[in-house]
């Protein structure tokens, strides 16, 4: 794998509560230079990403319900509705991680089709991620909640939000893709800062990887494709 | 001050994405045993709370943008309206922290007053307090944060949200105190687990304390008043 392909499964990430509007504007920047999937930022940041993005063929991903996933169902689709109002193409969004530890896996469904649903009110198709926190959860409720994700419409299954107890692990990563299938995307994040890392990930079953040191993580590899 | 009228300052507690609806109703037992100010939970346990509170005189607080505060306005004035129609009497926010990071205060103010919109447009008198996480802001950014919550319309400025690198000072509690003046509420959370922090809080003009810890607080005080 060389540094273009891989950066093409990276979502660059600038989330949290000091995140500022410069510190957007420049991961964008990076993003597009770099080529990564996505920028992936808190909904007050959407609309600046939108436009520092510009004509960028890097997607916009929006994080909702974040970092907690215990606001309601229906303030996560309003999020979800003007995430997309504002340029988001994908979706990161948190599930209630106490319906899964009450072992209340519809409700977890259930609100992940809550936001499905705004997602595809939306003009464009939206790819949809389900944050499980993967650090809080016991293997069988990794599982559970995986399949409840995947049934309430969501089109990748995502191990961490990157603010809690933990992140990925190549365990989990492959505990998912075996659970979720081969049509499902599974993204690796919290915690994934160099190429090493970032490979195994990929190679555990992981499609996508959500990451802030992404120049780290290119370093490690070729600029152009291997013969 | 006894064990009565310190409980009548504390806001008893439980957040997080760990947080289930077995826990929350034991919390609500628990503070109207005590006789709290309130009971603290996330959105998505306000009705449960709500029913388990039944005729208490223990008030529901829900919080809103928890915690990062970095969704949008407009997101946090959605959520307050629905934690108002599932029987909220105080609403705890927090505050765009990123925006005060960039020094725009203007945004805070901004942001403060959407919840306390929609806070007003409910079918009861609703107290708003106003979370600045002082831990991740300096000591001119507090202040110029809780000035502008103030403006915003909060009835309470608050430290912390327990969830970021610190809790509550004295010397924060103290800080807020004085930028807000007599007649606007100071709630110190994060961190306040003892008899001794607690009371050290109020003394540096705290009116309200956040905790989880509630009975460990309260077992330092006598039961009835000292004559």
Redesign the interface.
């Known amino acids: 794998m060389n540094k273009t392909e891989l950066a093409a499964t990276i979502d660059h990430t600038l989330?949290?509560?000091?995140?500022?509007?410069?510190g957007v504007e420049k991961l964008c920047g990076e993003a597009a230079g770099f080529g990564t999937a996505s920028v992936c930022v808190?909904?007050?940041?959407a609309a600046t990403a939108r436009r520092a993005l510009g004509g960028s063929a890097v997607k916009l991903c929006v994080v909702v319900g974040?970092?907690?996933?215990?606001?309601?169902s229906?303030?996560k689709a309003?999020?979800t509705s003007?995430a997309i109002a504002a340029g988001a193409e994908e979706i990161d969004m948190?599930i209630?991680?106490?319906?899964a530890?009450?072992g209340d896996f519809e409700a977890v469904r259930a609100d992940v089709a809550a936001v499905c649903a705004a997602a595809r009110r939306g003009p464009r198709p939206v790819i949809l991620k389900a944050i499980l926190?993967t650090c809080?959860l016991t293997d069988d409720e990794k599982e559970k909640a995986a399949r409840a994700a995947v049934e309430g419409g969501a089109d990748f299954v995502k191990t961490s939000t990157g603010?809690?107890t933990g992140g990925a692990t190549v365990g989990d990563v492959a505990l998912l893709r075996r659970v979720v299938g081969p049509k499902i995307g599974v993204k690796a994040a919290g915690g994934v800062r160099d190429t090493a890392t970032a490979l195994a990930m990929l190679k555990a079953g992981a499609t996508r990887i959500g990451a802030s040191r992404t120049a780290d993580i290119l370093a490690g590899l070729d600029e152009s494709p291997r013969p």
Chains 1, 2 share one sequence.
Not at 15 to 22: F, H, N, Q, W
Not at 66 to 72: E, L, Q
């Open positions: 989330l949290g509560p000091t995140a500022t509007r410069a808190d909904l007050r940041h974040f970092p907690h996933g215990m606001t309601s229906s303030g309003f999020e003007e948190v209630p991680i106490g319906a530890k009450e926190e809080l603010f809690s």
